[in-house]
């Protein structure tokens, strides 16, 4: 029976999820599941993204299985941004490696938007994925030598990565150290 929401694998033609303040007037049929409080769908904000051996489905989860992409390059307990941004690091490092060689090229941008979850694609960070090798490194290199003082650090990403990719450098640092948010 269900507990607070029901998901049906195909409602109309879609999947989709009832969300149910009580059980009252609902049945069960052939191709849904039911659970307790927190859907299992893409879009519910209380979801952690994780989902049996799947470090972040996007899409349901269901009795443990993703149903829909799984991002395996994904570090347990990722929002979906970061989980898109280790994907798109993976894909930048291995798949388009060789369209993604100094930083920025347009070519590196088109191979992981185009192998990447379409999710991925529609968050802000997605425009900086050409910039992502180039800009982790100066990122990594520049925290450990200047990590403390903020117009160093800044100083150092400029001198380490092409002049298209600071913006990007500057999101991806404030994505992993908070502490230079206001200095972007």
């Known amino acids: 029976g269900c507990e ?4 049906t694998d195909s409602y109309r033609g879609a999947p989709v999820c009832f969300l149910k303040s009580s059980c009252k007037g609902g049945k069960v049929s052939y191709g849904s599941t039911s659970g307790s409080k927190i ?6 904000e209380s979801r952690d993204g994780s989902c ?10 269901v009795y443990g299985s993703c149903q829909g992409n799984c991002i395996p390059t994904a570090k347990a307990g990722s929002s979906l941004e970061e989980a898109c941004l280790y994907e798109a690091t993976s894909l930048a490092t291995n798949d388009c490696s060789g369209q993604c060689v100094e930083g920025g090229e347009p070519d ?3 191979c992981i938007s185009n192998a990447i979850p379409a999710d991925c694609t529609k968050l802000a960070i997605s425009k900086c994925s050409n910039c ?3 800009s982790g490194k100066a990122v990594y290199k520049c ?4 990590g403390k003082n903020a117009a160093k650090f800044l100083l150092c990403l400029n001198d380490n990565i092409p002049a298209k990719c600071i913006k990007c450098a500057c999101k ?9 948010c206001k200095h972007c």
């Open 52 to 61: 049996g051996s799947c470090p972040y489905c996007i899409g349901p989860c």
């Open 108 to 110: 590196c941008q088109d």
């Open 4 to 7: 607070y929401w029901t998901y």
């Open 172 to 180: 991806i640092a404030c994505k992993r150290h908070p502490f230079f």
């Open 143 to 146: 925290w450990k030598k200047d």
């Open 39 to 44: 859907c299992p769908y893409a879009g519910s």
């Open 132 to 134: 992502l090798i180039v």
